[in-house]
């Protein structure tokens, strides 16, 4: 085993690679690179050392050149966790590969990236660690990239080894993704997790492990949503069945925020790394959006470190507004949403529809908790994309709650969630709600004007009709809350379920 030492970051070049800053350090070679005779099973190590200072770039990139002949890669590193005072951000170093391709942004050299979920992993023809890519291990310049998400005030010291297995590659799979579409029926409301983590990135559950709960939970079909990485994608199709429909997708994890991409094609990595000020984030939308994907922004209030959502709206088709078990963050998110509403009606430009999902990781995260309830033509990837962009949903903390949102007109004409009833001004609008599953809920019914009507607690069964009356100069909009009894503090109630709005009046010409 040979060593090397990087030493402190202040020895190498900065470069600004018109995403956020990067570093690219010495590199890392083998022996057998300048012709070695190697035989099959043959191992060679380097470990290299280095120290990054507070400050550091996003992204410092360790090249490994890899001679020909090599059948296995594998990469396992270490940094020191020294204690910091209270409110100090500790270290926190993630890590990924590129292969022979390069590192260039959006480029087609991402092999894999496991954040700061493991200390090693290995990529070979026919298998890889979970969160990377097989393939062949090329001749060429490799790059290992590290992430140093927090650094400690005394610096962060770091150790990476890497060992080169020699020998013919095993024969590469070919991959099989789920199909588009399960067995539907018709138009309907279907009920879905948009957000969900296995072992391919941070979680700990396994695929087959999640079909299994969204199946109990009552889900008609899930995204798979891995922190920057697509290397699930081929690990579905035998979760996925006629009564479970299974989209691909990622969650899209910036230092400025998390996105997830929801209904991608298979095979699709979106890059990463980019903050709001590089103006990156819109090419990564389209390229989202021409794979046949949405963007949604995940929780875009939540306060750990690189989640708060900084890169606007305006590439949004629909916000992650309920995430996990309901918190202040969630009510944040909800306000936040409820005024981009206002501002839409008053403006007359388009609305951004809202959705919630689990971002279920590991027990005892639930599957399903909160989940979106969309009204699609089938169950298809493209159908249920339409219904969540149209607006056509609501959000429910499980498949116990259900409800039949719509408003109505004098002369019969009606409208559902994420519908406009095309009345006069002045007329006379009834609203109702019907709701099951919800014992000792009160209903709440938000406008563009704030909250107009609040209901008794529903009984004890759970089931009930709320109904109130308004006329479109009332309300430009109105939506529903269904909110637990309210504990002591500012929260109105913990949410069982929300609807996108039912919007009233004529549209502006």
């Known amino acids: 085993m040979c060593e090397d030492n990087h030493g402190g970051l202040g020895r190498r070049a900065l470069f600004v690679t018109g995403a956020a800053a990067a570093l690219t350090l010495g590199s890392v070679s083998f022996a057998s690179a300048a012709g070695g005779n190697q035989d099959d099973g043959d191992q060679e190590s380097r470990t290299v050392r280095g120290t990054l200072p507070p400050g550091s770039p996003d992204f410092v990139y360790v090249p490994v050149e890899v001679p020909a002949g090599v059948r296995e890669i594998k990469v396992a590193y270490t940094y020191d966790r020294p ?33 700061g979920a493991r200390t090693e992993f290995f990529i070979r ?13 090329r001749e060429g310049t490799w790059h290992i990239a590290l992430g140093p998400y ?6 962060l010291s770091y150790e990476i080894t890497i060992t080169l297995t020699y020998g013919e590659p095993g024969e590469a799979a070919r991959p099989v993704y789920p199909p588009d579409r399960a067995r539907g029926r018709g138009r309907a409301w279907y009920r879905g997790d ?133 918190t202040p963050d969630d009510e944040v998110a909800l306000a936040d ?33 909160p989940q979106t309830v969309v009204l699609a033509d089938d169950l298809t990837r493209r159908a249920i994309q339409e219904g969540i962009r149209a607006g056509r949903s609501y959000v429910a903390e499980s498949a116990k709650v259900e409800l039949s949102f719509r408003a109505s007109g004098a002369r019969g004409e009606h409208a559902g969630i994420g519908e406009r009833l095309r009345v006069d001004r002045d007329t006379p609008v ?68 929300f609807t996108n709005p039912i919007f009233l009046g004529r549209a502006a010409d």
């Not at 959006?106 to 990236?113: I, S, T, V």
């Not at 023809?125 to 291990?137: L, N, Q």
């Not at 927090?150 to 610096?155: D, E, R």
């Not at 994907?293 to 708060?308: E, S, Y």
Request: net charge negative.
């Open 83 to 115: 204690s910091v005072p209270a409110g100090t951000t500790g270290n926190a170093l993630d890590i990924g590969i590129f292969d022979d391709r390069g590192t260039e942004l959006g480029g087609r050299g991402f092999r894999g990236w496991s954040g």
């Open 125 to 137: 023809a026919d298998e890889a660690t979970p969160g990377y890519i097989p393939g062949p291990v």
């Open 150 to 155: 927090t650094v400690a005030p005394q610096g």
């Open 194 to 326: 948009c957000h969900l983590h296995s072992w391919y990135s941070d979680g700990r559950r396994t695929p087959a492990e999640i079909g299994a709960l969204a199946r109990a939970a009552g889900l008609d079909f899930i995204n798979s949503s891995e922190h920057n990485t697509h290397a699930a994608h081929a690990h579905w199709s035998d979760v996925a069945g006629d009564d479970l429909l299974v989209m691909l997708g990622e969650e899209v994890t910036t230092r400025n925020g998390h996105v997830v991409a929801l209904g991608t094609d298979p095979g699709t990595f979106v890059d990463w790394r980019y903050r709001a000020r590089d103006n990156r984030f819109g090419r990564f939308a389209r390229q989202i959006r021409r794979a046949g994907g949405l963007v949604v922004p995940a929780h875009p209030h939540a306060t750990c470190v690189g989640c708060n959502w900084k890169f606007g709206f305006g590439e949004a088709d629909a916000v992650e507004v309920w995430n996990g078990p309901y």
């Open 337 to 369: 949403w409820d005024s981009m509403l206002v501002a839409s009606v008053r403006d007359g430009r388009d609305w951004i529809p809202a959705m919630g999902s689990s971002d279920a990781h590991r027990d005892p995260d639930a599957v399903g908790r």
């Open 430 to 497: 009834t609203v109702r709600l019907e709701v099951t599953g919800a014992p000792r809920c009160t209903v709440r019914f938000v406008t563009d004007q704030g909250v107009l009507h609040t209901s008794a607690p529903l009984p004890v069964s759970g089931s009930g009709v709320v109904e109130w009356r308004t006329t479109p100069s009332y309300a430009a909009y109105v939506r529903a809350e269904l909110r637990h009894e309210a504990a002591a503090g500012p929260v109105p109630g913990v949410l069982a379920a």
